[in-house]
């Protein structure tokens, strides 16, 4: 049955897999990377990130995840809308090549990695270590 495209805020689209973007999440999921970024995949694991106030950078994601539509889909663009996050749509192969799992969820993101201090691990009392 034939479905109407989405109506949907154009975002900047990728389509090369040898674009920069793509190099940096192979790079940074290849652990060749010399800095605070981490690679995260999946769009449950980008929103549970927006929520939690991470730091990301950019968020790649497919064209046919876009046009789902869903909830958790329309939450993640309206998060990192407010927070400022680059959002950029690529090609199934694009994420395919910027993924490093085999069977890539249609989203991955640049975050930065801050791991917690010690005391904060027991905040606020009582704490689930």
Do not use: K, Y
Not at 43 to 51: E, G, K, M, T, W
Not at 55 to 83: G, Q, Y
């Amino acid at each position: 049955m034939f479905e109407p495209p989405v109506n949907r805020t154009p975002l900047p689209r990728i389509t090369r897999r040898q674009d920069p973007v793509v190099t940096r999440c192979r790079d940074i999921a290849a652990h060749t990377v010399n800095d605070d970024s981490v690679l995260l995949d999946g769009p449950h694991l980008v929103l549970d990130a927006l929520r939690a106030s991470v730091s990301i950078d950019l968020v790649l994601v497919t064209t046919v995840l876009l046009d789902t539509s869903s909830a958790e889909m329309r939450e993640v663009l309206r998060l990192a809308r407010e927070a400022g996050v680059e959002v950029v749509e690529g090609t199934a192969g694009v994420l395919d090549a910027a993924s490093p799992v085999r069977t890539p969820s249609g989203m991955v993101a640049i975050a930065r990695w801050a791991p917690a201090s010690l005391d904060a691990l027991w905040m606020p009392p009582p704490a689930l270590v």
